[in-house]
């Protein structure tokens, strides 16, 4: 199985449309929360309306898991904390959503929202006991926030993580951990677009702006990691201890060349996608 991982894609439609284009060559794609962009001039509303029919072309072509991040907070609960209540929607899609848990021959993926207050993440803390009770070998949780003082999570003056997804973490050592927020991380000094913590692989893609977005690939029949950037292509074996810096790919493999072959989606936008 290969999955594409993305997150902070911030309405950026360039890196949408990419996504559209390169989602059929993947098993699932793991969309790590910040679809959208509370600082656009474009209305919440309509971003939402956009970024559902761009979801709805990649789940038509794959499978598709979006988990929650801040910017995609458009509602709150009875008690006062924000929710997302539009990513609750694209289960309509057959995409798996916060709260979700989806299996995929021996790997467990869990979806995790974000929190803004103690009942919410007392539903992530309740939706991991429940799923740590019978989950195959191998265990991968989207929660948009990386863990807290990890290379992750650094921004470069301090760590911006999440101390109780340590704690999780800790407790129920999943196979891998797929976040982002931290913008910056993998490009700073003492920051990583990788991590581990325990038996726990890390991981934050990072955001650049321009086509394509920043994107990891899962190899997880060959048990490797590839991070992908302008101008950067590296890759970790999943199977081998903690090690920095990550190898540089020298030879590509099939997939990686016929991503880079992609039509700029500039030239033949998705009609769908449009509006």
């Given amino acids: 199985m290969r999955c594409l991982v993305v997150a902070d894609l911030h309405y950026s439609l360039p890196q949408l449309d990419?996504?559209?284009?390169?989602?059929?060559?993947?098993?699932?794609?793991?969309?790590?929360?910040?679809?959208?962009?509370?600082?656009?001039?474009?209305?919440?509303?309509?971003?939402?309306?956009?970024?559902?029919?761009?979801?709805?072309?990649?789940?038509?072509?794959?499978?598709?898991?979006?988990?929650?991040?801040?910017?995609?907070?458009?509602?709150?609960?009875?008690?006062?904390?924000?929710?997302?209540?539009?990513?609750?929607?694209v289960r309509e899609l057959g995409i798996a959503c916060d709260g979700d848990n989806l299996t995929i021959g021996d790997t467990l993926f869990t979806v995790c929202p974000w929190w803004d207050g103690p009942l919410v993440k007392q539903r992530i803390a309740d939706q991991l006991r429940d799923a740590s009770l019978n989950h195959p070998r191998r265990w991968i949780w989207a929660?948009?926030?990386?863990?807290?003082?990890?290379?992750?999570?650094?921004?470069?003056?301090?760590?911006?993580?999440?101390?109780?997804?340590?704690?999780?973490?800790?407790?129920?050592?999943?196979?891998?951990?797929?976040?982002?927020?931290?913008?910056?991380?993998?490009?700073?000094?003492?920051?990583?677009?990788?991590?581990?913590?325990?038996?726990?692989?890390?991981?934050?893609?990072?955001?650049?702006?321009?086509?394509?977005?920043?994107?990891?690939?899962?190899?997880?029949?060959?048990?490797?990691?590839?991070w992908l950037a302008a101008g950067e292509t590296q890759w970790i074996d999943l199977d081998a201890p903690l090690k920095r810096p990550a190898s540089y790919i020298e030879e590509p493999p099939d997939w990686l060349t016929s991503l880079g072959r992609i039509a700029d989606p500039s030239l033949a936008r998705p009609r769908a996608a449009a509006g």
């Fill in 18 to 89: 990419w996504l559209v284009s390169a989602a059929p060559q993947f098993d699932l794609v793991i969309f790590a929360g910040d679809a959208l962009d509370i600082g656009s001039m474009v209305d919440f509303r309509a971003q939402i309306v956009v970024v559902k029919k761009y979801l709805a072309l990649i789940a038509a072509q794959t499978r598709v898991i979006l988990c929650s991040g801040n910017h995609d907070l458009d509602e709150r609960n009875a008690e006062g904390e924000k929710i997302s209540r539009w990513i609750s929607e």
């Fill in 143 to 226: 929660h948009h926030a990386p863990p807290a003082n990890s290379p992750t999570s650094w921004g470069g003056k301090r760590f911006f993580g999440d101390v109780e997804l340590v704690q999780w973490v800790m407790q129920y050592q999943p196979s891998m951990v797929i976040s982002g927020h931290v913008h910056q991380s993998p490009f700073i000094r003492d920051g990583s677009w990788f991590d581990r913590l325990g038996q726990t692989w890390v991981f934050n893609a990072g955001k650049q702006p321009g086509r394509p977005p920043t994107h990891i690939v899962l190899d997880l029949d060959a048990d490797k990691a590839f």
